[in-house]
């Protein structure tokens, strides 16, 4: 049973480029959600996804794509990276609780990106 | 989005030393909770609170929710180098979405 799992761990890119970081958790979790922490700011939430098949924008979301591929997958793409974007990205995940609440979320160990 | 401030944003005390980190906020909660984060790792949860003047316990950690549901402390007895780390408070919105405080970084000298 790993948890939440993301790859890759650290990724630099130039400015414009590409990537996809990927996550998957293992614990039949309906909820992600991927974050990112910048120092003093604590976690702020890009996307999350309440169910397979949905996805929904939080507080940062501009410059960010998701695809919530099936049930254990959520993937994070940056179409055209900005030095902004320099980062630490975690995914986490949640079962969903009657009522439609949510329960604990689990992080993943995250993905350092830097963008020069 | 309701902003949560956390204090102090940076702790260095020595081993045995007793200290609290605090969560304010203009807005009531419907529930808050407290994680902790390791260099290199995801936060974890701590603990979760939900009724106004409720405290809970966990070893030598205690965690406060206010009685207006808008602030919450964390007081560690006794630290020790082991409780270094980020310590982040985070309260639930509207639509199960977590916002989280910038965090305090404990320091445990030994």
């Known amino acids: 049973n790993a948890g939440v799992t993301q790859t890759p761990k650290f990724q630099v890119l130039k400015t414009g480029q590409s990537m996809t970081l990927q996550c998957a958790q293992d614990m039949n979790h309906n909820s992600m959600y991927w974050y990112r922490q910048d120092p003093g700011m604590g976690l702020r939430l890009i996307y999350y996804?309440?169910?397979?098949?949905?996805?929904d924008k939080g507080e940062v979301p501009n410059g960010y794509n998701v695809s919530r591929l099936n049930k254990r997958e959520f993937s994070l793409r940056l179409e055209s990276a900005a030095p902004s974007q320099t980062s630490v990205y975690f995914c986490?995940?949640?079962?969903?609780?009657?009522?439609?609440?949510?329960?604990?979320?689990?992080f993943g160990p995250g993905t350092r990106l830097t963008v020069l | 989005t309701q902003l949560l401030e956390q204090s102090p944003q940076f702790l260095s005390i020595q081993e045995g030393e007793n200290l609290t980190v605090y969560c304010n906020s203009s807005?009531?909660?419907?529930?808050l909770q407290w994680y902790r984060q390791e260099p290199g790792e995801g936060p974890v949860l701590l603990v979760t609170?939900?009724?106004?003047?409720e405290v809970k316990k966990l070893k030598r950690l205690t965690f406060q929710f206010g009685d207006a549901r808008k602030d919450s402390s964390l007081h560690i007895t006794a630290a020790q180098p082991g409780d270094t780390g980020l310590y982040l408070c985070?309260?639930?919105?509207?639509?199960?979405?977590?916002?989280f405080g910038a965090g305090t970084i404990l320091r445990v000298k030994s």
């Open positions: 986490a995940s949640s079962r969903t609780l009657a009522g439609g609440r949510t329960d604990t979320q689990y």
């Open positions: 996804s309440a169910s397979e098949g949905t996805t």
């Open positions: 985070a309260a639930m919105e509207y639509g199960n979405k977590l916002v």
């Open positions: 807005s009531v909660f419907s529930s």
């Open positions: 609170v939900v009724t106004g003047g």
